[in-house]
């Protein structure tokens, strides 16, 4: 799991995409909804795929 106090913003950042951090607030998408993000939820947030598969993968590991 994440630290607890780990935010979108840092999460982002560590994998060098927080140019994208704006479409996550925009939404409210904290730690906690990311979570349970899926594909076409990134998408619906016009995230591209070289991203997206970033997001997911680094989401992976950490997931239930």
Do not use: C, W
């Amino acid at each position: 799991m994440f630290p607890a106090d780990t935010s979108v913003d840092s999460f982002l950042e560590s994998l060098g995409l927080e140019k994208y951090s704006t479409s996550f607030q925009v939404e409210e998408v904290d730690m906690d909804a990311l979570m349970h993000m899926t594909d076409d939820d990134l998408k619906a947030l016009l995230i591209p795929m070289g991203p997206r598969k970033k997001i997911l993968l680094a989401l992976g590991s950490n997931r239930g």
